[in-house]
């Protein structure tokens, strides 16, 4: 399968403020949780939420055919444990450059990048301070990026004996739903079928009803070109 060669034009970050593509950054880091406090013993989510402008997009662990990943490291207190970062499934940009076809794996609007984690059960301070690094690019409709990036976030929580959800608990919840499923090794074969990749095998994880369509989606770029 072939891959589209890009030419992308990279515009340094701090341009964008007097630059002719408008004042707004494209995209606008927070660190949030789903609950309102920390509690001892407990586990809760931490996420980096991304508000992405209008015509402009981010990309997933493995971009596509464009772009970078979106990489986030965390920072926790000392006795505090998290998982892996999830990253909710991204969409498809599908689009034609020099008459070939290229696939990329993006986000607009907003979206979340979520870790889980776990407060120990003898944390005595009164607050918990987390913070975030992350790498990432944004590309414009029409091919224009900014350069490799990145951008430190920070959040500081109340410790308490009891927590509400936030007022980012609702969209931390929806983008831990929609976060792509990891296929055991093995449970599926490809195929190609003239110009199709057929996949078939036994995926008892999902639990699907009825006729679904979905996409398979290699976390790895040099595994499969779409």
Same mark, same amino acid.
């Given at each position: 399968?072939?891959?589209?060669?890009?030419?992308?034009?990279?515009?340094?970050?701090?341009?964008?403020?007097?630059?002719?593509?408008?004042?707004?950054?494209?995209?606008?880091?927070?660190?949030?949780?789903?609950?309102?406090?920390?509690?001892?013993?407990?586990?809760?989510?931490?996420?980096?939420?991304?508000?992405?402008?209008?015509?402009?997009?981010?990309?997933?662990?493995?971009?596509?055919?464009?772009?970078?990943?979106?990489?986030?490291?965390?920072?926790?207190?000392?006795?505090?444990?998290? /998982? $892996? *970062? +999830?990253?909710?499934?991204?969409?498809?940009?599908?689009?034609?450059?020099? =008459?070939? #076809?290229?696939?990329?794996?993006?986000?607009?609007?907003?979206?979340?990048?979520?870790?889980?984690?776990?407060?120990?059960?003898?944390?005595?301070?009164?607050?918990?301070?987390?913070?975030?690094?992350?790498?990432?690019?944004?590309?414009?409709?029409?091919?224009?990026?900014?350069?490799?990036?990145?951008?430190?976030?920070?959040?500081?929580?109340?410790?308490?004996?009891?927590?509400?959800?936030?007022?980012?608990?609702?969209?931390?919840?929806?983008?831990?739903?929609?976060?792509?499923?990891?296929?055991?090794?093995?449970?599926?074969?490809?195929?190609?079928? /003239? $110009? *199709? +990749?057929?996949?078939?095998?036994?995926?008892?994880?999902?639990?699907?009803? =009825?006729? #679904?369509?979905?996409?398979?989606?290699?976390?790895?770029?040099?595994?499969?070109?779409?």
């Amino acid at each position: 399968l072939l891959s589209a060669a890009i030419l992308i034009l990279s515009v340094p970050l701090g341009l964008w403020a007097q630059g002719p593509f408008g004042g707004a950054k494209p995209i606008t880091f927070k660190l949030v949780a789903d609950r309102s406090a920390v509690v001892p013993g407990e586990t809760f989510h931490l996420a980096v939420r991304l508000d992405i402008q209008p015509k402009w997009h981010s990309y997933w662990v493995n971009p596509g055919d464009a772009g970078l990943p979106t990489v986030v490291e965390w920072t926790l207190p000392e006795g505090f444990t998290a /998982g $892996e *970062t +999830i990253y909710p499934a991204p969409h498809l940009l599908v689009d034609t450059v020099n =008459g070939a #076809r290229s696939v990329s794996h993006t986000y607009e609007g907003r979206t979340y990048h979520v870790v889980r984690v776990t407060a120990p059960p003898d944390f005595g301070e009164s607050s918990a301070g987390f913070s975030a690094k992350v790498d990432w690019q944004a590309c414009q409709d029409g091919g224009v990026c900014t350069m490799p990036s990145k951008a430190e976030v920070s959040l500081e929580m109340p410790v308490a004996a009891a927590a509400s959800g936030s007022a980012d608990a609702q969209g931390i919840s929806a983008a831990l739903a929609n976060s792509a499923v990891e296929l055991p090794r093995g449970s599926v074969t490809l195929a190609l079928e /003239g $110009e *199709t +990749i057929v996949a078939s095998g036994s995926i008892p994880e999902l639990s699907l009803s =009825g006729e #679904r369509k979905g996409h398979l989606l290699p976390a790895d770029g040099s595994i499969l070109d779409a």
